[in-house]
């Protein structure tokens, strides 16, 4: 199963963009990167996904590389809501096996 | 937020006691997963559900098993629990198991087994 590896912690400023890698050498070329995120005492909720190109949403930015074989999600603003662990995983885009590894993520600390 | 639902919440039990959690969604998704998370090992899957009847092994599935009965109810079951087995539990669901798919979560099942 394809693997993702990703720093055990960062810190941040609040209202400093803050950049999260995920190095992912062994990607498919048919799988998508997803970036999860986890508050204290919550289930992991969806943040972001791509394929190949860059994507942004409401709540973040999905830099991928050019080979694929890493990535970077972008908070442009962090705020101290934002305080969370930080998930990025592989899903195979036909699914089938669905042995999705998460990983210990980065848990992300915002300084006021 | 998806209609996921996880009960118990919290549940303390016995080792050696038989222990079921439940996941109940209201989305119709053809996907369910079982996952538990401990300190220093994010997040791991147990077993997942394809559909009605249909079920598969994740990664950590000794000494749990799963039932899917409805669309709408996956249960994970401990058969003989152990203190090992002391964990939070989330159910995920995703509408076709696809790559470009969200996945989503529920809340959690707090289990201590003493």
């Known amino acids: 199963d394809a693997k993702t590896t990703q720093p055990n912690s960062m810190e941040s400023n609040e209202e400093e963009p803050v950049h999260l890698p995920c190095n992912h050498s062994?990607?498919?070329?048919?799988?998508?990167i997803h970036w999860y995120r986890q508050l204290p005492s919550q289930g992991p909720e969806y943040v972001i996904h791509?394929?190949?190109s860059n994507v942004n949403n409401r709540m973040a930015s999905l830099a991928i590389a050019e080979d694929r074989k890493s990535s970077t999600l972008i908070l442009h603003r962090a705020t101290l809501r934002d305080a969370a662990v930080y998930y990025c995983?592989?899903?195979?885009?036909?699914?089938?096996?669905?042995?999705?590894?998460f990983g210990k993520g980065t848990k992300l600390t915002v300084n006021p | 937020d998806a209609g996921i639902t996880q009960s118990p919440r919290h549940k303390v039990t016995e080792t050696g006691t038989p222990v079921t959690l439940r996941c109940h969604q209201t989305?119709?998704?053809?996907?369910m997963y079982w996952y538990r998370q401990d300190p220093g090992h994010g997040l791991r899957l147990i077993h997942y559900?394809?559909?009605?009847?249909?079920?598969d092994k994740g990664e950590v599935s000794d000494g749990y098993s799963v039932s899917r009965s409805k669309t709408e109810d996956f249960l994970l079951t401990l058969e003989s629990a152990t203190s090992s087995q002391t964990s939070v539990y989330f159910c995920?669901?995703?509408?076709?198991?696809?790559?470009?798919?969200?996945?989503?979560f529920g809340s959690g099942t707090q289990l201590s087994v003493l």
């Open positions: 995920a669901i995703s509408d076709l198991g696809l790559g470009g798919e969200k996945l989503f």
């Open positions: 062994t990607i498919s070329g048919t799988d998508y």
């Open positions: 791509g394929l190949t």
């Open positions: 995983i592989l899903r195979e885009s036909q699914g089938g096996s669905e042995k999705l590894v």
């Open positions: 989305e119709n998704h053809r996907y």
């Open positions: 559900s394809y559909g009605v009847k249909d079920t």
